[in-house]
């Protein structure tokens, strides 16, 4: 089947501080999913933070970035200096194919200032 | 840009009953979906649709039912409550294939 694993339930950071956000997949259904990292911020709906459909590849926004590595099938997120505001649930997720996600369990980020 | 509503955004119900959850998207997309958050889980598909009159079953179906009677519209029916259950229902919207859009949830609560 398809799964996506967040090995952290939560993670603090102090601010200005790196972070770096675990994510690891298993796919049978194809090759190359696309891969994705939604965020949830305090008192809003879940969002689409970026997404990489191409391995190897990098995707960035709002300083974080994550790249698509087919050797270890993983997707971590990384920030190199976090911010109060960034405080939030990150969701990592695979698309296995055109119409299906899968999530993960979600890391609640709290940065403290 | 677009919007999705979802109503109730509180649900109180008996142990039992039949609840039906409602979503509705401006966005014009083809696929809905329903996903189910329990405290601490992540977000588990529970119906989606990819056109006006599909259902196709997630990996937790058992218990629902769903309807999409319109493309802007997709129900969710919780076909009897269990009692003390409590959860957020989650409805999205997406163009094929790309990035899915949610609207803000039901928190369920079940007496």
């Known amino acids: 089947g398809d799964s996506v694993t967040q090995t952290e339930g939560q993670v603090t950071v102090s601010e200005s501080k790196s972070l770096i956000i675990n994510c690891t997949y298993s796919?049978?259904?194809?090759?190359?999913?696309?891969l994705f990292w939604y965020v949830r911020y305090p008192g809003e709906g879940l969002q689409l933070l970026l997404k990489?459909?191409?391995?190897?590849q990098k995707g960035s926004s709002r300083g974080f970035e994550a790249t698509y590595n087919k050797e270890t099938t993983s997707f971590h997120l990384q920030k190199a200096s976090v911010q109060e505001s960034d405080s939030a649930v990150y969701y990592c997720?695979?698309?296995?194919?055109?119409?299906?996600?899968?999530f993960g369990t979600g890391t609640r980020l709290q940065v403290s200032p | 840009g677009g919007i999705i509503t979802q109503t109730p955004k509180f649900l109180i119900g008996q142990e039992g009953q039949k609840l039906t959850l409602k979503c509705q998207q401006n966005f014009n997309h083809d696929t809905m979906y329903w996903y189910r958050q329990d405290s601490g889980k992540g977000l588990r598909l529970i119906y989606y649709s990819i056109t006006e009159n599909d259902l196709q079953k997630g990996d937790l179906s058992e218990g629902y039912d769903a309807s999409r009677e319109k493309k802007s519209s997709f129900s969710l029916t919780v076909t009897s409550a269990q009692k003390n259950e409590m959860a957020v229902f989650l409805c999205?919207?997406?163009?094929?294939?790309?990035?899915?859009?949610f609207g803000p949830g039901t928190r369920l609560t079940v007496l």
């Open positions: 999205a919207s997406s163009i094929r294939g790309s990035e899915q859009f």
């Open positions: 997720a695979l698309a296995p194919n055109t119409d299906k996600v899968v």
């Open positions: 796919t049978t259904s194809i090759a190359y999913p696309n």
């Open positions: 990489v459909i191409t391995a190897g």
